[in-house]
C-alpha cells in the first residue's frame, strides 16, 4: 500500500511543480510579450498599414532587402505562421526563397521579439539557461543569435533562389 501514496503524492507534486513553473512564466516573460507585441501593433497602426505595405512592396524588388528586411518584418508584424502571406508581394518564382528565408528567422527571432514565435521560446529559454548558468551574457547570446539569424536567412534566400530558377529553366527546356 507504500506504492498507492507515493503515487498519490507525486503524481499531484507533478502538477505542483507544473503550477509553479506556469506561475514564474506567468510573473516573467507572459508581461514582457504582452507589451513587446502592444508595442509593435501600435508601431503599425501609428506608422499605418498602407505604409508598411509600400516598405514591403519596395523591399520585394531587392534581393538583400527581400531576404532580410522583409523577412524580419513579416516575422515581427504578422508573427508566425502568418509572415508567411508577405510572399504575396511576390512573383511566383521567388516565393519558395522568401519562405525558406521567413521560416529560418522565426527561430533567430525568439531571442529579442519572443511573441514572434512562442513555440520556440522554450528552446530558446533552454539554451540560454545553459549560457547563464556557464557565466556568459544571456544579452549577447540573444543579439549574436538575431544578427547570425539575418545573414543565415539573407544566404538562404539567395541560395534557393538560384536553385529555384535553375530548376525552373531546367524544367522549361524539358518541356520543349
Do not use: C
Not at 513553473?21 to 510573473?27: H, I, N
Not at 508595442?39 to 498602407?50: H, S, W
Amino acid at each position: 500500500m507504500e506504492w498507492i501514496q507515493w503515487l498519490g503524492e507525486h503524481f499531484i507534486g507533478m502538477f505542483n511543480e507544473g503550477g509553479k513553473t506556469f506561475m514564474g512564466l506567468f510573473k516573467g516573460i507572459v508581461p514582457t510579450l504582452v507589451v513587446l507585441l502592444t508595442f509593435t501593433y501600435a508601431v503599425m497602426k501609428f506608422i499605418g498599414e498602407e505604409r508598411v505595405e509600400k516598405a514591403i512592396q519596395f523591399a520585394a524588388k531587392y534581393t538583400l532587402l527581400r531576404y532580410t528586411l522583409m523577412p524580419i518584418l513579416s516575422v515581427l508584424l504578422l508573427t508566425n505562421p502568418m509572415a508567411y502571406t508577405f510572399g504575396r508581394f511576390l512573383p511566383e518564382k521567388q516565393k519558395p526563397a522568401f519562405y525558406d528565408s521567413a521560416v529560418s528567422f522565426v527561430h533567430p527571432v525568439t531571442s529579442l521579439f519572443p511573441y514572434a514565435n512562442a513555440g520556440e521560446l522554450f528552446v530558446y529559454l533552454g539554451i540560454a539557461n545553459g549560457i547563464k548558468q556557464a557565466g556568459y551574457s544571456m544579452s549577447e547570446l540573444a543579439v549574436r543569435y538575431f544578427l547570425v539569424g539575418i545573414v543565415i536567412i539573407l544566404i538562404r534566400g539567395i541560395v534557393t533562389e538560384l536553385i529555384t530558377n535553375y530548376l525552373a529553366k531546367k524544367a522549361e527546356a524539358g518541356s520543349r
